[in-house]
């Protein structure tokens, strides 16, 4: 029995695991890296079950991609609760979340994560082709 198989159940754990690896392996190796395969073996799960949490390479990245927009959401709501009530404090804070070096949402290998998602998910994958 594989240790993936012994160990006690904990869904949110596993589903952190799988988008880490995903994120790792899209900054290191590229988009064509990231295979149901691979991310299962990286994140110490069966395949079965990374695929109980996402079904598809797809659904892997779409889950990738809606978790760095919610870090990227939190970091700009607290940026504008930091901001005083005047003209521009949207503007500000944007551009506080964007450029600040100490945020884990603009860490390089976030922001590349950002950019190889934006080419590799379907959507952009179209609107690119017919451009």
Known sequence: MSEANRRPKNPELIRIQCLSVVRDLLVSQGP???TLDLVA???GVTKGGLQYHYRSKNAL???LRDQ???EFEKAYQRALSGEADRPG?????Y???CFDDT?????IGTQRAIAMLALTLPPAARNGASA
């Open 32 to 34: 064509e890296s990231v």
């Open 41 to 43: 073996q990286r994140a």
């Open 61 to 63: 990245l779409e889950a």
């Open 68 to 70: 760095l927009f919610e």
């Open 89 to 93: 404090k949207h503007a500000r804070a």
């Open 95 to 97: 551009i506080k979340t």
């Open 103 to 107: 945020a884990a949402n603009n860490a």
